[in-house]
């Protein structure tokens, strides 16, 4: 999917398709459309040229272009103004909705159930307080400078979540998300290894098999002698095999003693082909070959909630009411209505960004089908833990910069800070885990998060990982108040999907839920520059 700078102008005009047209005539002066549509968006952008095309019946059914965010212009031609809007929750779908229809002024109200703003994306600090819904509540620690991203924590440059930092002023760095020198960890293990090791080993084995297989000729019906040879010598490099096309391992699996004044001293090895095989690290060492994944990454400087923050700036403080719990939603052949726990607000369209768990819990005349389809997605548990170090003993004794270790336990994943390098403290996020495992430790109390979760960490990292910790803070995102879930995922985006994609009279739905970017952060904002573009095209059209 392509994406482009967010609040950028698309310098295509809408739907056109280099087919000549007619040259017809606007009514005065002998000027066409064409060229009355070519001044309109010379001066005010291409949202005025498409207010334009509307008002003259040329616009397109649907957007077929890259996204063009509401500006004030768009309803200079028209004679319209800009409606009012109630936007549902102040996450990330919400924030960018609000953002973005602000930018054509509409006069936006969100509605935020919890006391603060960022649904998901949370960061915590020394002295934050973290509540659940059994009422236990947790106060972070931290020391000066340590913070915990314990919702979203990275950011693939192709996505459109790069580009509302860029615009937000958002200030970014490179987050490690591979890192050769972390860990591989499984139960057919009798000792970690680094990721470099694993990999090596894996790829080393599987060269030599294809090798020899290639070189024996069974490879003969699908390979010309040209591609045998090409396909050989590529294997040579890949897994680093010798004479015969062995694999006897290399000094790509480490050093025992790393090379300096005097040679190094390889690691011994390697360990056998079954050794390999029934050590099962076929998804630790693949964990970032998806797209969402690869190198490189992106965090913002000093908190994901930079993001957040920057976006509530921009909607304005006045405009977002937090501690205010919805109750029901209603349609109404002018506008909606919307009851909570502070009254009743009006407007003349509502976007729910809620997640859609709750969203089919609230009273509401939608309709049943609604209902159904706010039922559909999947609820996915999801749990994280932070834990604070006065040393930081992963780049002093084990010369691990930023990256994540993978293990099969049930931690999932130890996550290395991609900042503060050198400092005196800082802070290991000690299990990111899905479904049965974030539920099990969601069950816990903290202590009981951290002490199993110290147990399993330190079958990698020995003693210090329990003596030398100094504090911690755990999430359960189903155990969330007013969100109750890690995310939530369509099993099949079919019928259900489609009808929410679509406004229910005057309300319109967006979340990470409603998108195929599901729990990403991108997933939010393209979801909400979707709903935000129908609304705008419905309200500048001048159709109720």
């Given at each position: 999917?392509?994406?482009?700078?967010?609040?950028?102008?698309?310098?295509?005009?809408?739907?056109?398709?280099?087919?000549?047209?007619?040259?017809?005539?606007?009514?005065?002066?002998?000027?066409?459309?064409?060229?009355?549509?070519?001044?309109?968006?010379?001066?005010?952008?291409?949202?005025?040229?498409?207010?334009?095309?509307?008002?003259?019946?040329?616009?397109?059914?649907?957007?077929?272009?890259?996204?063009?965010?509401?500006?004030?212009?768009?309803?200079?031609?028209?004679?319209?103004?800009?409606?009012?809007?109630?936007?549902?929750?102040?996450?990330?779908?919400?924030?960018?909705?609000?953002?973005?229809?602000?930018?054509?002024?509409?006069?936006?109200?969100?509605?935020?159930?919890?006391?603060?703003?960022?649904?998901?994306?949370?960061?915590?600090?020394?002295?934050?307080?973290?509540?659940?819904?059994?009422?236990?509540?947790?106060?972070?620690?931290?020391?000066?400078?340590?913070?915990?991203?314990?919702?979203?924590?990275?950011?693939?440059?192709?996505?459109?979540?790069?580009?509302?930092?860029?615009?937000?002023?958002?200030?970014?760095?490179?987050?490690?998300?591979?890192?050769?020198?972390?860990?591989?960890?499984?139960?057919?293990?009798?000792?970690?290894?680094?990721?470099?090791?694993?990999?090596?080993?894996?790829?080393?084995?599987?060269?030599?098999?294809?090798?020899?297989?290639?070189?024996?000729?069974?490879?003969?019906?699908?390979?010309?002698?040209?591609?045998?040879?090409?396909?050989?010598?590529?294997?040579?490099?890949?897994?680093?095999?010798?004479?015969?096309?062995?694999?006897?391992?290399?000094?790509?699996?480490?050093?025992?003693?790393?090379?300096?004044?005097?040679?190094?001293?390889?690691?011994?090895?390697?360990?056998?082909?079954?050794?390999?095989?029934?050590?099962?690290?076929?998804?630790?060492?693949?964990?970032?070959?998806?797209?969402?994944?690869?190198?490189?990454?992106?965090?913002?400087?000093?908190?994901?909630?930079?993001?957040?923050?920057?976006?509530?700036?921009?909607?304005?403080?006045?405009r977002i009411r937090t501690g205010t719990r919805v109750t029901e939603i209603r349609n109404l052949p002018d506008g909606v209505e919307i009851f909570h726990s502070d009254g009743v607000t009006r407007a003349d369209y509502c976007v729910a960004t809620l997640p859609p768990h709750l969203l089919a819990r609230l009273r509401h005349n939608l309709g049943a089908p609604v209902t159904a389809a706010l039922r559909e997605p999947v609820v996915t548990a999801a749990g994280k833990m932070g834990l604070e170090y006065g040393r930081r003993w992963w780049e002093i004794d084990d010369r691990i910069y930023g990256g994540i270790t993978e293990t099969d336990l049930d931690i999932t994943?130890?996550?290395?800070?991609?900042?503060?390098?050198?400092?005196?403290?800082?802070?290991?996020?000690?299990?990111?885990?899905?479904?049965?495992?974030?539920?099990?430790?969601?069950?816990?109390?903290?202590?009981?998060?951290?002490?199993?979760?110290?147990?399993?960490?330190?079958?990698?990292?020995?003693?210090?990982?329990?003596?030398?910790?100094?504090?911690?803070?755990?999430?359960?995102?189903?155990?969330?108040?007013?969100?109750?879930?890690?995310?939530?995922?369509?099993?099949?985006?079919?019928?259900?999907?489609?009808?929410?994609?679509?406004?229910?009279?005057?309300?319109?739905?967006?979340?990470?839920?409603?998108?195929?970017?599901?729990?990403?952060?991108?997933?939010?904002?393209?979801?909400?520059?979707?709903?935000?573009?129908?609304?705008?095209?419905?309200?500048?059209?001048?159709?109720?």
């Amino acid at each position: 999917m392509e994406k482009t700078d967010a609040g950028g102008e698309n310098a295509g005009a809408p739907g056109a398709s280099g087919t000549a047209e007619p040259a017809r005539r606007a009514g005065t002066g002998g000027m066409t459309r064409r060229a009355l549509l070519v001044g309109v968006g010379a001066a005010g952008g291409a949202g005025a040229m498409f207010a334009a095309m509307g008002a003259l019946g040329l616009a397109p059914g649907s957007q077929e272009r890259s996204f063009a965010p509401p500006q004030r212009s768009d309803f200079t031609l028209t004679g319209r103004g800009a409606a009012k809007v109630v936007v549902l929750g102040a996450g990330v779908a919400g924030l960018t909705c609000a953002y973005e229809l602000g930018k054509a002024g509409y006069d936006c109200t969100v509605l935020e159930a919890a006391d603060r703003v960022g649904g998901r994306n949370l960061t915590l600090r020394g002295g934050d307080r973290l509540p659940e819904m059994d009422g236990q509540t947790q106060t972070a620690e931290f020391g000066e400078g340590v913070y915990f991203n314990a919702g979203p924590g990275r950011i693939a440059p192709w996505m459109v979540t790069m580009d509302y930092c860029r615009e937000l002023g958002v200030p970014i760095e490179t987050f490690v998300n591979n890192n050769a020198s972390a860990y591989i960890y499984t139960q057919g293990m009798t000792a970690p290894v680094r990721a470099r090791t694993a990999r090596a080993d894996m790829y080393g084995y599987i060269a030599e098999l294809l090798a020899k297989a290639t070189d024996a000729g069974a490879l003969d019906r699908a390979l010309t002698g040209d591609d045998r040879e090409r396909l050989l010598e590529f294997l040579r490099r890949f897994g680093d095999i010798g004479q015969g096309f062995a694999y006897r391992g290399s000094d790509r699996r480490g050093f025992a003693v790393y090379p300096g004044a005097v040679a190094g001293t390889p690691l011994p090895g390697p360990s056998s082909l079954s050794e390999v095989l029934a050590a099962g690290t076929g998804r630790a060492i693949t964990m970032d070959f998806g797209v969402e994944q690869a190198m490189p990454m992106f965090q913002p400087v000093g908190g994901m909630d930079a993001i957040v923050t920057a976006l509530a700036r921009e909607v304005g403080e006045d405009r977002i009411r937090t501690g205010t719990r919805v109750t029901e939603i209603r349609n109404l052949p002018d506008g909606v209505e919307i009851f909570h726990s502070d009254g009743v607000t009006r407007a003349d369209y509502c976007v729910a960004t809620l997640p859609p768990h709750l969203l089919a819990r609230l009273r509401h005349n939608l309709g049943a089908p609604v209902t159904a389809a706010l039922r559909e997605p999947v609820v996915t548990a999801a749990g994280k833990m932070g834990l604070e170090y006065g040393r930081r003993w992963w780049e002093i004794d084990d010369r691990i910069y930023g990256g994540i270790t993978e293990t099969d336990l049930d931690i999932t994943h130890i996550w290395y800070p991609s900042y503060g390098y050198h400092g005196e403290r800082g802070l290991v996020v000690g299990y990111y885990n899905t479904g049965t495992e974030a539920e099990i430790y969601g069950g816990l109390s903290h202590a009981e998060r951290r002490n199993r979760a110290l147990t399993q960490g330190k079958k990698i990292h020995g003693e210090k990982y329990r003596t030398e910790l100094r504090s911690s803070v755990s999430v359960a995102w189903h155990r969330q108040p007013h969100i109750e879930g890690g995310w939530a995922r369509f099993p099949f985006y079919d019928d259900g999907f489609a009808l929410l994609q679509s406004p229910a009279g005057r309300v319109y739905f967006a979340g990470d839920w409603l998108s195929h970017l599901v729990a990403w952060q991108a997933g939010a904002m393209e979801s909400a520059r979707k709903a935000v573009t129908g609304l705008h095209q419905r309200v500048a059209g001048g159709s109720s």
